[in-house]
């Protein structure tokens, strides 16, 4: 039976029609798919910029008006964040999960959830909530997109800044989005939610200066750190 099967395919592989079919179906088949992964590629990169972001008024009118009043929009340096870039990883893995999640915003959408201010407005708290829990969930990642520890320069920082990034962020104790709450959007109503920033009695009243403390545990934990890579 066996080898009637392979006499059967031969038999079709060997006759020039069936030859010139499988070649024409085998292009076809590989100039569809690369048409069909360039438009969904292009249709993804679309989804991925600030224009498509701020498209309806509810974002629109609200968070970003809110994000163009922040370093992150206007600044010395010259250097923005654009909407995707704090709220859609980089990785192409991450970022269709981010995707399939965000796919639920067309519902709001479409039943006016949030398609006023007042209505924003009531359900801030929820909404940061969500987007708090998913960066406290992935270590900030789209926060280090940009912003690297390692390339921290501990020194042009201020003391009490320092000594917290030093004890917490380099650690690993915490994340970006447990102390930096309301860096681009303003916040919700906070009362009874732990803002994340505050300061250590220990911290409490040192003067914003510079030591050598500061960099030699820059020092230390960059040596480790490499150490570990090298290992």
């Known amino acids: 039976m066996i080898k009637a099967v392979i006499l059967w395919a031969w038999r079709i592989l060997a006759t020039p029609a069936g030859t010139l079919g499988l070649g024409f179906l085998t292009l076809g088949g590989f100039v569809g798919g690369v048409i069909f992964w360039g438009a969904f590629n292009t249709a993804l990169e679309v989804t991925n910029t600030e224009k498509f972001c701020t498209g309806c008024h509810e974002m629109k009118t609200n968070v970003y008006e809110e994000l163009t009043q922040t370093a992150h929009f206007s600044n010395r340096s010259g250097v923005r964040a654009s909407c995707p870039d704090c709220h859609v990883p980089h990785q192409w893995t991450d970022k269709i999960a981010r995707k399939m999640q965000a796919s639920k915003e067309v519902w709001g959408k479409i039943f006016g959830t949030i398609n006023t201010r007042e209505k924003f407005l009531d359900k801030r708290l929820e909404l940061a909530q969500h987007e ?65 920033w505050k300061v250590p009695a220990e911290l409490m009243g040192k003067a914003a200066s510079h030591g050598l403390q500061d960099t030699d545990q820059l020092a230390a934990y960059l040596a480790a750190r490499e150490g570990n890579i090298i290992d």
Do not use: F
Not at 143 to 150: D, E, K, P, Q
Not at 191 to 196: A, N, R, S, Y
């Open 132 to 196: 708090w829990a998913r960066l406290k969930a992935n270590d900030s990642l789209e926060c280090r997109n940009c912003h690297s520890s390692i390339a921290m320069d501990l020194t042009k920082q201020t003391k009490r800044a320092a000594d917290i990034h030093t004890r917490y962020l380099l650690s690993g104790k915490a994340t970006c989005i447990d102390c930096h709450k309301g860096i681009a959007h303003e916040l919700p109503n906070m009362d009874g939610v732990d803002p994340g």
